[in-house]
């Protein structure tokens, strides 16, 4: 199985970047889809959002509405790590970040039901 440690979180003020790298281990990148979640302050684990997701190829990606134009999602399967590229950062951003990989689904990246999750990078964004 996979192992997943994000990293690259902060404090950060509105309208700041920050780059978010989730580095993988124990198998192959290339053989799951990737995405990114949140979870708000005050929000329960089942309220985790998807944030950004790419296909086993990196040909596909997608994003939450609130974040297209903003972030990115990328993949190098060389290194074993994806990234989350966040730009123009706003207080409503403000969440514990969460990589995940899919092993295989028939679903919409945002709708892919992960099997393996990291630990999370915190991400404040002050106003």
């Known amino acids: 199985q996979v192992q997943l440690v994000e990293s690259g979180g902060g404090l950060v003020q509105a309208g700041d970047s920050l780059r978010l790298s989730c580095a993988a281990s124990?198998?192959?990148?290339?053989?799951?889809?990737m995405v990114w979640l949140r979870q708000a302050p005050g929000k329960e684990r089942e309220e985790r959002e998807f944030?950004?997701?790419?296909?086993?190829?990196?040909?596909?990606?997608d994003f939450r509405d609130s974040v297209k134009g903003r972030f990115t999602i990328s993949r190098d399967d060389a290194k074993n790590t994806v990234y989350l590229q966040m730009n123009s950062l706003k207080p409503e951003d403000t969440a514990v970040y969460y990589c995940?990989?899919?092993?295989?689904?028939?679903?919409?990246?945002?709708?892919?039901?992960?099997?393996?999750w990291g630990q999370g990078t915190q991400v404040t964004v002050s106003s």
């Open positions: 995940a990989a899919v092993r295989s689904s028939w679903r919409p990246l945002m709708s892919m039901d992960p099997d393996y």
């Open positions: 944030v950004a997701g790419i296909s086993w190829s990196g040909g596909s990606t």
């Open positions: 124990g198998d192959t990148l290339s053989n799951y889809a």
